[in-house]
């Protein structure tokens, strides 16, 4: 079943870079009694995600906050190592957006948003979608039809939801 506006996120562990490696990241912690901004995507370097999708959330970041998004985060089906060096190459972190791992995919799975393309290397990765949460409570969702485009799931179209 794939997570609606209005369901609550279900329960999940990410993970990030920290200071001495990887740390697991409790996501109700992130999302209880705050506004935030969660975009999932196909996977770190690859094409649109970073050429597109990341972009987009660091242009509006600035812009979501004065909307009173507390914080935007990035979820993708990677270890937290690849996480912690696409943060890196693409300024994410410094732009204020967490790059999360779900490395086992548990809760893209969870959420319904989970694909296979064996064709192109991909496999158990997150459709590429953004969700605006309130309190763990989905308030607004878009996901785009086709994991190469980013349109309804960019930060500008999310800026203009909210």
Known sequence: MTISTGD???GASLLRMGANGPEAVDLATLTTGRKVVIF???GAYTGTCTTAH???FIRTRDQL????????????VNDPFVMGAWDASTGAGKAGIAM????????TKAIG???TAPPVGLFDRSLRYAMLVEDGVVRVLHREENPGI???????????AI
Do not use: T, W, Y
């Open 8 to 10: 609550r996120l279900p």
């Open 40 to 42: 999932g995507l196909p």
């Open 54 to 56: 990341v972009p987009s």
């Open 65 to 76: 906050a004065a909307k009173g998004v507390n914080e935007v985060i990035c979820i993708a």
């Open 100 to 107: 999360l791992a779900d490395a086992d995919a548990a809760f």
């Open 113 to 115: 948003m989970a694909f």
């Open 150 to 160: 980013c349109e309804v799931s960019g930060g500008e179209a999310m800026l203009a």
